[in-house]
């Protein structure tokens, strides 16, 4: 019986002991957890290391959703790939921002970061050009929705970029057809460009060419009313006076060459009736 009551004041000795291991052991709060991983996250991105950040950030922006702090977490993982020039992960990072929390503080930022990421994709005009067409929407979106934000002129600039890099495009396009003495398919895509991009640099050249294809079309007052068109701005023709003229010289001869030839079959032809 002795025995029985010394390992009974044993066993209730011991549930204090027990207690306290439980209580030690009991999990922290998700909330918490997710917090921590969030200060440690910011430390790195704060000290510029951007991958260990982004690992942390990441996690917290799949695992903790639903905290004061994750839209925090979401820019920083946005801008840690921004700063790292990871521009495709980037432009993916800030747009899920904007998605999702579309009053946020940060949201003209990130729309005009977006801008920034997908003009860095943007390959040179002699690439794939949908990277670059994207990026003229992204632009143009950005514009119609900030006219007057802190990034606005350089989102003007940028545009203007990549809408000369399409309309290079273009015009070495129709260069290349032109060279190729394949003058209706040259017409064709100087005509796109002057459409599409009208305030191009390169309008003024590809207007002096096309004047060329059209007389090799024989349509040659198509030709002169191109030329027309181009002086009709004089600071624009200014600089191109010497070309227009060789290019008046090169519609005349073309077309005194082309009268002479139907002149010619014209008298064949009635010879052959006598």
């Known amino acids: 019986m002795r025995h029985i ?107 005009w970061k977006i801008c920034r990421s997908a003009w860095e994709q943007s390959p040179s005009w002699d690439r794939d050009p949908g990277l ?31 809408q000369e890099k399409m309309a290079l495009r273009r015009f070495k396009t129709a260069q290349l057809y032109l060279r190729m003495d394949e003058p209706l398919a040259a017409t064709m895509y100087y005509n796109l460009l002057f459409q599409e991009y009208p305030q191009s640099k390169d309008v003024p050249q590809a207007r002096l060419d096309v004047a060329r294809a059209y007389a090799q079309l024989d349509q040659f007052d198509r030709a002169r009313e191109t030329l027309d068109t181009l002086r009709m701005d004089s600071t624009l023709a200014a600089p191109f006076a010497d070309r227009i003229v060789g290019a008046l010289k090169y519609i005349d001869k073309a077309q005194a060459k082309f009268e002479k030839l139907r002149a010619k079959e014209a008298a064949k032809a009635k010879q052959g009736e006598l």
């Open 5 to 111: 009551r010394l390992a009974t004041l044993a066993a209730l000795a011991l549930v204090p002991v027990l207690s306290s291991c439980s209580k030690s052991k009991v999990a922290a709060s998700p909330e918490k957890v997710c917090r921590e991983k969030y200060d440690k996250a910011s430390k790195a991105f704060e000290k510029g290391k951007d991958v260990q950040a982004q690992e942390i950030l990441r996690d917290i922006t799949i695992s903790c959703n639903g905290y004061d702090f994750i839209e925090d977490a979401q820019y920083k993982l946005a801008e840690s790939h921004f700063r790292s020039e990871q521009w495709m992960e980037a432009e993916t990072e800030f747009g899920i921002l904007v998605e999702n929390y579309e009053h946020s503080a940060h949201l003209e930022e990130a729309r």
């Open 132 to 162: 670059t067409a994207s990026a003229i929407k992204r632009y143009n979106a950005y514009l119609y929705d900030f006219p007057a934000a802190p990034h606005t002129d350089s989102a003007k600039a940028d545009l203007i970029a990549l």
